[in-house]
């Protein structure tokens, strides 16, 4: 007997990248983003770009289902330079 082998369905991921500078205050607040991006590794290169002209730049990704609501536990991909803590 054939066993049938059907394509696993692939969980939709939210993959995201965000820019911080200084305020007058010293906080950290976003100057770019969050902005979605459409792999991994562009987020990664993004990141890493925006790091080297703000204060810090962070990309991260998590499994995500916005239509039902469910949410991933979030992957860092990219940290650089300083940026908040991230819950």
């Known amino acids: ?3 049938s082998i059907l394509p696993q369905r692939q969980t939709p991921k939210l993959i995201v ?3 911080f500078d200084r305020d007058e205050e010293g906080s950290l607040q976003a100057v770019y983003g969050p902005a979605e ?3 991994e590794e562009r987020a990664i290169r993004t ?3 925006l790091a080297g002209k703000h204060a810090g730049a962070i990309a991260w990704s ?3 289902n916005p ?3 469910e ?3 979030p992957k860092t991909l990219f ?3 300083d940026v908040p803590d991230m819950e």
């Open 1 to 3: 007997m054939a066993e």
């Open 17 to 19: 990248v965000t820019a």
């Open 37 to 39: 991006q459409q792999s």
């Open 47 to 49: 990141a890493r770009a």
């Open 62 to 64: 998590r499994e995500a």
């Open 67 to 69: 239509a039902v609501g």
């Open 71 to 73: 949410y991933g536990e």
């Open 79 to 81: 940290v650089g330079g």
